[in-house]
Each structure stands twice: as C-alpha cells, then as structure tokens.
C-alpha cells in the first residue's frame, strides 16, 4: 500500500484564452492527482487527506474510488473546498491563483496509525505549507521515516502560498533527513537555492528532478546521476504532470520492491534508465489531455 498525504481540491480550467474565459471544474491538488495516478497505474493506494462535505468535496472522494483509491483514511469536514483558478501560458504551462481561507483540507490532523500494509508514504505540495494542517502532515512524515516506512516529498512550490521564502526554505531543509526520495522541478529547485548533492547530503537516497519538454534526472547518493529526454508530445497543458511523474516514480519503484534507500542504490544504470523513462512515458500522456487526468496501466504500458 502507497500512501499519499495532502490536499484535494478543485482547479478551474480555462475553456480557451482570455481573463474571462469559462472556466471548468476539475479534481485536482497535487497529492491527489498522485493517489489518483497510483490507482489507474494498478499500485494499491490510500488518500489521508480531509475534504469538505461539500458538491465539490463528494465529487473529490468519489474520483478517488473510481481509481480504486482506499478513502478510509480521509477525513470530512463541513468547511468549503480550496479552489484552485488556473491561467494556462505558452507551452502549455499552468499558474495558479488559490482560494483557501477557511477549508476543509487546512484542517487536517495527524492519524493515530498508517494503514496495514503501508510501504510508502508520499507528500507534497499546499499541504505542507498551509497551517495548521501543514504541521500535521509534516508530524506524519516524521512518524512514517522514524518507523521506517519510505517518504517521499514533492514540495511543488506555490510560492503566492508562501508568505516568508526564506522560513520556508529552512522548513523545507529540515524535512530532508526525514525524506527517501525528493523529486521536485527545475523551478523548483531554483526558487528553493540548492543543488541535488546538497540535499542528497541531508538525507535522501535519490533526487530526481523533472526539466519538462527535456525530461527527467535521478541523482544518487553514490554520485551517479541518470537521465533520460522527454517523450515528444502535443501540449494541451501540464496540469499534472509532475504528481504524475511522481506516482509512476513510486509505481515502478514498489513493482521492483526497491522501496528503501538501500534498494534505491542497487538500480543501477538499466534500472534507473527503465524507471525514468516510464515516469515520461506518464506525464507526456497527462500533457495530451486538459487538467489533471493520468494515465491508466494500459496507456502507459506496464512497467
């Protein structure tokens, strides 16, 4: 069983250009996207998460049950769902404008006990900045690598959330001696200021980091480091395509058992080359389509 920890909520897709243009409702927030992906992929998935009660929140938890999501661990909450409006640019790239004073998700606390099972915990994105739930989910983590169950961090900058960078940053480099596998974007790693060998010196096994249209790079703690070129593909937008790299990161990491630091530096070349590459094969796929919709197993082939 992967978890994934963190937020639901709806985007608000642009039908076409224009500051005024219509907007569609669709399921999103990072964290969810990547319990959703794990799910179509065919990985046993649970979401820990707290949606609201409302329209949008039961059209949030029933997207998790159609891709075969355990909603056991979700809690609800009365309060509205975060809205996410998203503006679309060149190349398909997305920017954010969020809504969330008073939402369910912000109030998240800690579960006594993972699920039964759990081999994997995964994290990211508004969650961990958002208080008071950020706490929480950031307690989790720290329970989860302290038990041994394997962490991963996406950390997914929204930095219109983030009212200090600089505070953030130290949060964000006190949770690498809790996290096994960091994948971010290179902007990301920009607006975070560090390299992969300084947070592989923190504590994760493996780095990778995603350079869109270029593809993605694994750096390890051995000093190797792995690259493959994104799959070409025709833009419709790129919502989604980085929890969708990280669902087919953990999909194909936990169907080669190899969801533990000492299993991650065992890859080798051949194996980091294969994971890699169907981690693009993925998130070309969800780039075809509008919003966050990731592939199913049979789209993307099975790893």
Request: hydrophobic share 45%; with cysteine.
């Amino acid at each position: 069983m992967i978890v994934v920890a963190g937020e639901a909520l709806i985007d608000l897709v642009p039908r076409e250009a224009g500051a005024l243009a219509g907007l569609d409702p669709r399921r999103g927030g990072g964290p969810y996207n990547t319990a959703v992906a794990l799910g179509r992929l065919g990985s046993p998935a649970a979401f820990c998460s707290r949606i609201s009660e409302d329209a949008f929140g039961e059209a949030l938890v029933g997207g998790l049950r159609e891709a075969g999501v355990d909603v056991s661990s979700v809690q609800r909450g009365a309060e509205p769902t975060t809205l996410a409006v998203a503006s679309i640019g060149a190349g398909g790239s997305a920017r954010y404008s969020f809504y969330v004073e008073g939402t369910a998700d912000r109030l998240f606390s800690a579960p006594s006990q993972l699920p039964d099972g759990t081999r994997a915990v995964s994290f990211g994105t508004c969650s961990l900045v958002l208080e008071p739930g950020a706490t929480a989910y950031e307690e989790l983590m720290r329970i989860a690598s302290a038990q041994g169950v394997f962490t991963a961090l996406d950390p997914n900058i929204r930095s219109v959330l983030i009212p200090d960078a600089d505070a953030y940053r130290a949060r964000f480099k006190s949770w690498l001696p809790s996290v096994s596998l960091l994948k971010l974007s290179e902007e990301d790693a920009e607006w975070l200021g560090g390299t992969p060998r300084e947070w592989l010196a923190s504590g994760p096994s493996a780095v990778v980091v995603t350079r869109g249209a270029d593809g993605l790079t694994a750096f390890t703690r051995d000093g190797a480091e792995y690259a493959v070129p994104g799959e070409p593909v025709d833009v419709v937008d790129t919502i989604g395509a980085g929890d969708t790299v990280n669902a087919a990161l953990l999909h194909g990491l936990a169907a080669r058992d190899a969801l533990s630091g000492p299993a991650l530096a065992g890859l080798g070349a051949d194996g980091w080359a294969e994971l890699l590459r169907f981690a693009a094969r993925a998130a070309a796929i969800t780039c075809s389509r509008a919003g966050a919709e990731p592939p199913y197993a049979h789209e993307v082939g099975v790893f």
